[in-house]
């Protein structure tokens, strides 16, 4: 085993474990306050700060990567979730709103360092002529990812269960404080620390490709959690009279598939240009909410239009996540990667803050059909920003 495959198998067991309790803290948040009969809207803006702090995280921790090294933020992140759990297994009565936003916050915080580390320490560990590799090691990660974070969901539930809320964020914090003792052993020391000291001015990207990407992100996130995050749920459980299980339930499954779909990706694309993908992966993507909503609006069955268009949607939604991430991997400088793929990833952040916060306030003013249509929208706007990217060499899957 090389020592780039053992530096990956770290990262990658690292965000694994880090991934497994952020799903399943977001569903032992969601059902907790559930049980104390809070409103779905209202569980929904829990999460505003968890959003609007990987805004600021994804733009700062890029820098902090390239001045500290790689793995002192991925292991940062790691010890903010164990102080984001801890703050959590405090008694009942000091379990307030702007207690649990400000564990939110720090989870936000904890989540998008640990992940920008991850997606950065790869672009280290893969040669620049090999981008099929790199390809399939950015789709194999960040579609496991987005399955753990599915599985997630069922442990917070099995926990909430088992252990009841106090002790199931304590058994995480003590579990995710395993995983950071090995961490800070195992990661290599100065992995992805930038030869030269960027300023802080460097955080922006001067990059046409980079802002270019990272804007056809933000409107690709903020079309699927427009009506995902806070519409969709509350659909589920209004309209077709879902009990808060069911609605649980089915969302990690359906994040399970996506997951799995992000990792067979370069199978599902084949070796074509990047740049190519991304404008005709968009573009098939935009129909399917806009053809949602055509569809409720002339009265045909919801159950079979919502959940047959969801599947459809995680699928092709899948694919242009994934050929993103490898994107922004393959355009970002190997020098102080983490400062491209921290304000890539700060747009990605600003989406889904974006989505969040149209779903709750279109869903209620005008309803589902609103949100898909404006979904619609966001996507097409991200496949006419994906014209625009620099040509790549063809990708070898």
Known sequence: MTAAIRQYLVITGNYWAFTLTDGALRMLVVLHFHQLGYSPLEIALLFIFYEFFGVVTNLVGGYLGARMGLNRTMNIGLFLQIVALAMLAVPAAMLTVPWVMAAQAMSG????????SAKSGIKLLVPDEQQG?????VAILTGSKNTLKGVGFFLGGVLLMAAGFTGAVIIMAVALGLVWLASLFLLKQELGKS????KFSEIL??????????AARMFLFGARDVWFVVALPVYLHTVFGWDFWKVGGFMAIWIIGYGFIQTIAPRITGNMEG?????????????????????LMAGWSPQIVIIGGLLL????????????????VSYARGDGVSLD???????????????????GWVYQAYGLEACLWISAGLVAAAALLSMMLPQRRPVAA
């Open 109 to 116: 915080i904890a989540k998008d360092l640990n992940k920008m």
């Open 133 to 137: 590799t790199l390809y399939k090691w």
């Open 195 to 198: 030869r030269a000291r960027p």
């Open 205 to 214: 990207s001067k990059s046409r490709a980079i802002n270019v990407l990272s």
């Open 275 to 295: 740049k190519q993908h991304a404008v005709l992966w968009a573009g098939a993507l935009a129909l399917i909410p806009a053809a949602i909503a055509i569809a």
């Open 313 to 328: 949607f995680g699928v092709l939604f899948a694919v242009n996540s994934s050929l993103h991430s490898y994107l922004i």
């Open 341 to 359: 793929v921290g304000f890539y990833y700060m747009s990605n952040a600003a989406g889904r803050l974006l989505g969040t916060i149209l779903s």
